[in-house]
């Protein structure tokens, strides 16, 4: 069973959502509990990053999506959906 929150990102003048899913039992176990899927895009490859927590997962999303941009950004959480 898979839980899923969702981040806002602001990258630039741009806002993507993020979700962030946590392995809450069952599949095939993770390397860490909670996990982000970015999709591939011109300019990136698709990845996959994880984090002990919701939070870290997202900052290290973060971290790869602005590899990419040159923009500043920021991270807000947004509850559950």
């Given at each position: 069973m ?29 390397p ?50």
């Open positions: 898979i839980k899923e929150e969702k981040y806002i990102l602001y990258i630039g003048t741009e806002e993507y959502v993020l979700g962030v899913q946590e392995l809450l039992w069952g599949s095939e176990p993770w860490e509990r909670f996990r982000a899927q970015i999709p591939a895009s011109a300019e990136r490859k698709a990845t996959t990053v994880y984090g002990s927590t919701g939070s870290e997962a997202a900052e290290r999303a973060t971290e790869y999506l602005t590899c990419y941009s040159g923009a500043r950004t920021r991270l807000s959480h947004a509850k559950p959906f």
